[in-house]
């Protein structure tokens, strides 16, 4: 059982449509990360988020973190094929320092 | 400028076979971490470095694993005696101190195939 689940696991739209993708998790994280990752290449940094309720945003990206730091979102309007990719969210368990622990990934496809 | 940088980036091994994957990390960052990415999953801890001291080896899955960094820069994975559940990408990426928050910057990953 992983720590952070992340949903839907995949997900095919066409350009323009709004999606958003989910992090759960039945513990709290002091700070929760989203990255992309494309093939072939490791995991970019698109934002953290810290505090519970904080919403940021990224262009047309829009990231949450839920009250009570359990589960964050990504939310992300008028999709674009240059947003098809693997998005993944991460944080540090409260026990283990350093580390980061990765939900599954959500694969995202945006079809011209 | 130069971020991490992992080689080699595919290695096709045969079952039995010992493997040293190396990363080098941004010049000046303290902590260094490696990860396992199985197919379609996401990435899973496997050891930390702050420098050249090894404080987390919990995530390493046997102990046909081995890593070090001697001299608290380029990271050695070693794995002996590969098995077909080794073929995963190995991720390394570094960061600048060792706050639980801190950025982590990744390499592009070694694809190792396990034959």
């Known amino acids: 059982t992983q720590l952070l689940e992340q949903s839907p696991q995949f997900l095919s739209i066409q350009e323009g449509e709004n999606l958003t993708v989910y992090c759960n998790s039945s513990?709290?994280?002091?700070?929760l990360q989203w990255y992309r990752q494309e093939p072939g290449e490791g995991p970019v940094l698109l934002v953290t988020?810290?505090?519970?309720?904080e919403v940021k945003k990224l262009k047309r990206l829009t990231f949450q973190f839920g009250d009570a730091r359990k589960d964050s979102s990504l939310h992300i309007t008028a999709a674009q094929p240059g947003d098809t990719g693997l998005y993944l969210c991460?944080?540090?368990?409260?026990?283990?320092?350093?580390?980061?622990?990765f939900g599954g990934g959500t694969r995202l496809m945006v079809k011209p | 400028g130069a971020g991490v940088s992992q080689s080699p980036r595919y290695k096709v091994a045969k079952r039995g076979q010992d493997v040293a994957l190396r990363c080098d990390p941004i010049?000046?960052?303290?902590?260094l971490f490696w990860y396992q990415q199985a197919l379609g999953q996401g990435p899973e801890f496997l050891t930390y470095?702050?420098?050249?001291?090894?404080?987390?080896k919990s995530g390493l899955p046997s102990d046909r694993f081995f890593a070090e960094r001697p001299e608290g820069s380029v990271s050695t994975l070693k794995i002996q005696r590969t098995q077909q559940e080794d073929s995963a990408v190995y991720l390394c990426?570094?960061?600048?101190?060792?706050?639980?928050?801190?950025?982590?910057?990744f390499g592009p990953g070694t694809r190792l195939l396990v034959l």
């Open positions: 990426a570094s960061s600048l101190i060792r706050t639980g928050a801190e950025t982590q910057y």
């Open positions: 513990s709290v994280f002091s700070s």
């Open positions: 988020v810290v505090t519970g309720g």
């Open positions: 991460a944080g540090p368990p409260s026990n283990a320092g350093n580390m980061l622990t």
């Open positions: 010049s000046g960052h303290v902590s």
């Open positions: 470095f702050q420098n050249e001291a090894q404080l987390d």
